[in-house]
Nanobody
Framework: QVQLVESGGGLVQAGGSLRLSCAAS????????MGWYRQAPGKERELVAT???????NYADSVKGRFTISRDSAKNTVYLQMNSLKPEDTAVYYC????????????WGQGTQVTVSS
């Protein structure tokens, strides 16, 4: 198993920045790929960004050029740097990861709230 714990959410004004962290309870060498998703009130959960063990990244069109996903294997942590935030980025942000040692079983964190005021 692996536990994923998100942190770094909060309230920020439009145009501001936040960095989200997702700390894993075990080496993320075995958690691949990892990603960030978000869910706004009344909407379905959607992809924000993913990153593989080799460092390949993928982003939703709505965040390209503003958000950056990265992973630090030494700290067993995945980050989401969010710049130029917009009110429409307001959502609960969730981290997930596929555990290689459990045939790719998908794990989710509990989420962290991001609120962007206009």
């Amino acid at each position: 198993q692996v536990q994923l714990v998100e942190s770094g959410g909060g309230l920020v004004q439009a145009g501001g920045s936040l960095r989200l962290s997702c700390a894993a309870s075990r080496s993320i060498f075995f958690v691949d790929p990892m990603g960030w998703y978000r869910q706004a009130p009344g909407k379905e959960r959607e992809l924000v960004a993913t990153i593989t063990r080799s460092g390949s990244t993928n982003y939703a069109d709505s965040v390209k050029g503003r958000f950056t996903i990265s992973r630090d294997s030494a700290k067993n942590t995945v980050y989401l740097q969010m710049n130029s935030l917009k009110p429409e980025d307001t959502a609960v942000y969730y981290c997930n990861g596929h555990l290689i040692t459990e045939r790719g079983r998908l794990y989710w964190g509990q989420g962290t709230q991001v609120t962007v005021s206009s």
